[in-house]
C-alpha cells in the first residue's frame, strides 16, 4: 500500500503540490490527471525523492521513504518517463537488466526474468534481446522502457506521461498492454497524465489535480458521473455530447448478461451518462430506447472513442 501524507513543494514561496493526501492499494492503477502546471510531475518526483518534500511524506507498506537511501529506494520503485529513456549503446537484454545487475541478481537469474518480461510484452526473446535501442520501432522502444521498469520486480511502478510521445493507435494499444501486465504482474502503478480518456481508460482509481491540489480522487465512474468541481467536469468535457450522434448496433448482435428491464439509456442522454452506465454495471455494451421502444445497444468502445475525438 502506498501512503501519501499531506505532501507539499513549495517553489519560490508558492506551492506547486499543496498538501495531498491519498492512498493507493497494492496491485492498483492510480492514474494522476491534470492540465499543464497542476504538479503532477513534482508529486510523482517526490514520492522517489527526486524531488524533497517542503512537508509531508510517503510511506510505501507501511514504511517512511524517509527511512531509506534516496539511491536505494529507487533500486525498489520503477520510473518511466516520456520517450523511453533507454541507454543507447546497450542491447535490449542489457536495459531490462540494469537494475537486477545493480541488485547483484545472479546472471541466469537475470537473463530469466528478460525473457519473461520480453515474452510478456509480446517480443520473442531470441528476436529481440539482442537488438539496440535504434532497431526497434517506438512501440516496441517504449514497451522495453516498461519492461526495464518492471524487471526488479518493484514495489512501485511511476509513470510520467509515458504513452505522451506515441501516435494515438499504437497509444490504445499501448495502454491496453500495460493494463493486462499489471494485471498479470499484480503491479503497483502510479501514472500521470494530461489526458481523462486515458485516466478513464487506465485507472483503478483516478486522481484530478488543479493548482497543485487534489480536487477528486475516486473511481473512473465516480469522476465521470459525478465531478466534484467545474474544472473536472470540464476534463471530462467532450463526455456532454448526446449520445444520439453515435451509431446503435443490433440488439441482437451484443449479448450481455448484465440487462435488467428499465435499464435502457434514453437516446438523448450524454456521452458522459452513457459512460457511466458501463462503468457502474461493468458492461461492454447497453440497450438505448426512444419512446419506451429499445432501439440498439451502444458499445463501451464506441463512447470511448467519440469522447477521445472530441476532447
Ligand atoms: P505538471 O507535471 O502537472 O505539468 P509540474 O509538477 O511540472 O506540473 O509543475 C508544477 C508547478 O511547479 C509549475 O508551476 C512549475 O513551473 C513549478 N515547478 C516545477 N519544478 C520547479 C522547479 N524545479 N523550480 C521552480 N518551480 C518549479
Ligand atoms: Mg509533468
Not at 510484452?121 to 526497434?136: G, H, K, T, V
Request: glycine share 8%.
Amino acid at each position: 500500500m502506498i501512503e501519501i501524507d499531506r505532501i507539499t513543494k513549495v517553489y519560490n514561496g508558492a506551492p506547486a503540490v499543496d498538501a495531498v493526501s491519498m492512498t493507493a492499494e497494492s496491485g492498483t492503477i492510480t492514474v494522476i490527471v491534470g492540465t499543464s502546471g497542476s504538479g503532477k510531475t513534482t508529486l510523482l518526483r517526490m514520492i522517489n525523492r527526486l524531488e524533497e518534500p517542503t512537508s509531508g511524506e510517503v510511506r510505501i507498506n507501511g514504511e517512511s521513504t524517509l527511512s531509506t537511501k534516496p539511491h536505494l529506494l529507487r533500486r525498489r520503485i520503477g520510473y518511466v518517463i516520456q520517450g523511453h529513456g533507454l541507454f543507447p549503446h546497450h542491447t535490449v537484454a542489457r536495459n531490462i537488466g540494469a537494475v537486477p545487475r545493480l541488485l547483484n541478481w545472479p546472471k541466469d537469474k537475470i537473463r530469466a526474468r528478460v525473457d519473461e518480461l520480453l515474452t510478456l510484452f509480446s517480443m520473442e526473446p531470441e528476436q529481440f534481446r539482442d537488438r539496440f535501442p535504434a532497431e526497434l520501432s517506438g512501440g516496441q522502444q517504449q514497451r522495453v522502457g516498461v519492461a526495464r521498469a518492471l524487471a526488479s520486480r518493484p514495489d512501485l511502478l511511476l509513470m510520467d506521461e509515458p504513452f505522451g510521445a506515441l501516435d494515438p493507435i499504437i497509444r490504445a494499444r499501448a495502454q491496453d498492454d500495460l493494463r493486462q501486465i499489471q494485471r498479470a504482474l499484480g503491479s503497483t502503478i502510479m501514472l500521470v497524465t494530461h489526458d481523462m480518456e486515458e485516466a478513464i481508460r487506465l485507472g483503478d482509481r483516478v486522481a484530478v489535480m488543479d493548482e497543485g491540489s487534489l480536487v477528486q480522487h475516486g473511481s473512473p465512474a465516480e469522476i465521470v458521473a459525478r465531478p466534484a468541481s467545474p474544472f473536472v467536469a470540464d476534463m471530462v468535457g467532450g463526455m456532454e455530447r448526446p449520445l444520439r450522434l453515435l451509431s446503435l448496433v443490433p440488439l441482437s448482435e451484443v449479448v450481455e448478461d448484465g440487462d435488467a428491464p428499465g435499464d435502457a439509456l434514453p437516446e438523448d442522454c450524454s456521452l458522459r451518462d452513457a459512460l457511466s452506465a458501463c462503468l457502474w454495471t461493468g458492461r461492454t455494451a447497453v440497450p438505448v430506447e426512444r419512446e419506451g421502444a429499445l432501439i440498439g445497444r451502444v458499445t463501451l468502445e464506441a463512447i470511448r472513442a467519440r469522447a477521445e475525438l472530441s476532447a
